[in-house]
């Protein structure tokens, strides 16, 4: 399971430091993506899945009203 987008998260939406949380998130979420292709290939007999949490919400809070949410921003 990938980080989610704390950069939109209330705490930084406005602020000086969204830009640097996205940048770590999607570092993180990079890394995160080749280590579990490499245990994946490690380990032929297993399912191995990664769950992209950070498109998730991202479609999410970018469609918040076709999901019935009327604050995104707290």
Known sequence: ???SPEE???FYVGGQQANAVKDRIQEF???LDVRVKN???AHPDMNVILFD???WFNEK???A???GFQ???G
């Open 1 to 3: 399971m990938s980080a």
């Open 8 to 10: 939109r998260f209330p």
């Open 29 to 31: 979420n990079a890394v």
């Open 39 to 41: 245990f994946a290939d």
């Open 53 to 55: 949490v950070y498109s």
């Open 61 to 63: 809070l970018d469609n």
């Open 65 to 67: 009203s076709q999901y």
């Open 71 to 73: 604050n995104i921003t």
